[in-house]
Each structure stands twice: as C-alpha cells, then as structure tokens.
C-alpha cells in the first residue's frame, strides 16, 4: 500500500482530507471505547474501595484538571517542532496503558493514580491531534462540520464502551474483569494511530495555500473573553463519576444502569455534535449559546429525578459534553493563524480545565453537604456563561474555516 502523497493536488485534497478525518475518527471512536468505559463506573469503583464524594471530585478533578493544564506544553511543543505524530502517539500509549492497568489495584489511592495518568495522556496527545484536524477542515465545509464528525465517532465509542461495561457487570463479573476487557479496544487504538502515522505523516500538507496565515505575538481578545465563557460552563458541568456516585448512593436506580446511563449520554452526544457542529458553522454562536441553557438543566434532573429524569438529565449532560468538545476546538480554530493552533488549543482547554478542576472540587464538598445547592451552583455558573456568549458571538468575524 502507498502513502498519500505529501504534496497532493488540489483536486484530490477533498477525497484524502475525508479519508483523514474519517481513520481518525476511528482510531478515535477506540480510544473513546476505552477510557470511557472506564469513566461509566469509576465513581462506583472509587467508592466500593472507601472513597468519600469530596475525593471523588478531587480525583477526577485533578485528572481533568492535569488533563488541561499540561496541554499548552503538548501544545507548545508541537507549534515549536511540528512533530504532531510523535507527540500524538505518546499521549495515546499513555493513555491505552492507564486504563487496563486499573484492573491490577485494590486501593482508590492507587486507582487514583491511573486515573490521573489517563488524563495526562490525553493532555499530551489532543492539541497535536486537534491541529491535524483543522487542517482538513476547509476540503469538509467548515470547523464545526470537521469536528463535529470526529466528536460522532468519538461518542460512538463513548457508547459502546459502557454498554460493554454494563454488560459485564450484569452477567456478575467484577470491576476488575471490565477493566480488563477494554485492553482490547486499547490495542486497537494503538494499531490504527501507527497506521494514521504511516499514511498520513505531514497532515498539515491538506490545509489550502490561501488559508495559511503568519503568526502574531498573541491572541485577539474574542479568544480571551471566550474562554473566560467556557471557564463558567466548566465550573457547574459535573463530571459522571460524581453523578454514577450519586446514582448509586440515591438507590434511584440499580448499578448495572449507571453505565448504561452513560452509553445513553454518549449516544445523544455523538448525534448532536454532527447537527450542532454544522448548525454552529451556519450559525455561529446562536447555537453555544442555546445549548449552553438547555444542557444546564441536567443538573435538576439527575440530581433530584428518579428513573425517567435522571435519564433525561443524563441525556442532556452527554448533549453539552460532546458538543462543547466539538464546538469549543471549532471556534478556535478560525481565532489563530494555522502555525499557532497547536498553542491555541493547548493554552485554551487548560483554562478550561484548570476551571473544571475547581467546580469539581466545590461540586464534590456541596454535595456532601446540601443537593440542592449542588444543582443550584450547577446552574448558576453555567448560566452565567450565555452573555459571555453573546459578545463573543457579536465580536466574531465570518470564519475562514467555513
């Protein structure tokens, strides 16, 4: 088989930027299979182990929290020496390791440690993969049509991965055994990042002449205040493990649906980033700012709902995840000269993630003490986001994405 060439002609740029878009959604979509099977019952795990609700928050909090604040140097790095690949594929070794490995521990202490490592892969391989990602997206009609499609198969495979899960732990078997059976997806992820490498080694090769752009000294300011938007939406998005930790303390329902919960919210995930994301490219920030009041209301009805709400709540959660993992790489992206994406990713979602960590922390220590005002300082701060929103939207010119 022969690699792509690494000059291509325009005229088949289209059909090899597809074709990219599509193997890593893939390679994408396996990686999903893995950590978020993992993700659907670390909350319950971390419990049966003696874990409290506030360390729950803490340790998920700090992987996300870790999982952002290293990928300006993932970032960084990758603008700096332009090897996407190889930073790229150590994150997703780090990350494939992490999670099978989890079937190995008998303590939360020691859980915690590879669950914060999983989260460090991540970090490492995102900004390098998000930046091969925008280069195709200008051939597939815009930013958030590219990444939209990548966030479906990524939610596919956030899907499948609990309902695996789910299915292991009804036919009796432990928390160990359904760690130990996402060793498979992981491998596959490795093998199809080698192959993405090998048939595509330069992918900034697809971004049009025309659309290159010189570096600047720094961000325009839309950049800053946007993400100041997101900063709010991240402090009151409680992470899973939380809500699987108060879906199992409640009784509300029983341990084997708490993962298929999440095949749920992924399900609704990966189908509306493909609608959201192309809406967004038509739109613009219409559509942020109307998803961001609508996802708001999961946090009264997982936390206060019985079987049929929590279910709806759980649906809307996987809604404002897996959109705004689309969306926010999408308005980014048309904010930075191509050269500097890589720093723009990095530095963006780890102000979003430092924020995460901290609304996870203060969700985990409310909770312990008061539901209600869990749900109510879930909605306020993302609610808070919406007028941020607003200007943004009004500040941002036609993207050169589209």
């Known amino acids: 088989m022969s690699r792509p060439s690494v000059r291509p002609a325009t005229t088949n740029r289209s059909r090899l930027a597809a074709r990219f878009v599509l193997l890593v959604g893939v390679l994408s979509l396996f990686a999903d299979f893995t950590h978020e099977g993992s993700r659907s019952m670390l909350g319950p795990y971390l419990g049966s182990l003696g874990a409290t609700a506030f360390a729950v928050g803490v340790i998920t909090g700090l992987g996300e929290f870790l999982g952002y604040a290293l990928r300006p140097f993932s970032g960084r790095l990758a603008d700096s020496t332009r090897r996407f690949w190889p930073i790229a594929i150590t994150g997703y070794v780090i990350q494939m390791s992490s999670v099978p490995a989890l079937a190995l521990t008998h303590s939360w202490m020691a859980a915690a440690i590879l669950i914060v490592l999983e989260r460090v892969g991540r970090a490492i391989r995102n900004p390098p993969r998000d930046v091969m990602l925008s280069h195709a997206a200008r051939h597939l009609g815009g930013y958030g049509w590219t990444f939209g499609i990548h966030e479906a198969f990524d939610q596919f495979g956030a899907m499948l991965g609990p309902l695996v899960v789910a299915f292991v732990l009804s036919r009796h078997g432990s928390y160990h055994e359904a760690f130990a059976v996402l060793l498979i997806p992981a491998l596959l992820n490795i093998t199809l990042v080698l192959t993405a490498r090998w048939l595509y080694p330069k992918p900034e090769d697809l971004e049009p002449e025309g659309a290159r752009q010189e570096g600047t000294d720094g961000f325009p300011r839309r950049y800053w205040v946007y993400l100041s938007g997101a900063a709010l939406v991240a402090i009151g998005f409680a992470d899973y493990p939380l809500v699987a930790y108060h879906l199992a303390r409640s009784d509300a329902i029983s341990t084997e649906w708490i993962a298929g919960f999440y095949a ?30 609508v996802t708001s209301l999961f946090a009264p009805l997982v936390f206060f709902g019985g079987f049929t709400l929590a279910l709806v709540g759980a649906a809307l959660w996987g809604m404002g995840m897996g959109v705004h993992e689309s969306i926010i790489p999408a308005a980014v992206a048309p904010m930075v000269p191509a050269e500097r994406r890589a720093s723009a990713f990095g530095l963006f979602t780890a102000g979003y993630g430092m924020f995460w960590f901290l609304g996870s922390a203060a969700i985990g220590y409310l909770y312990d003490h008061s539901v209600a005002w869990t749900v109510a300082f879930c909605m306020v701060t993302q609610l808070a986001a919406v007028p941020v929103f607003g200007w943004v939207g009004r500040h941002q010119p036609a993207e050169r994405g589209r």
Do not use: E, H, K, Q
Request: charged share 15%.
């Open 264 to 293: 749920v919210a992924m399900a609704v995930s990966g189908t509306a980033s493909l609608v959201l994301g192309r809406l967004f490219d038509r739109y613009g920030f219409r559509v942020l700012i109307a998803l961001t009041v």
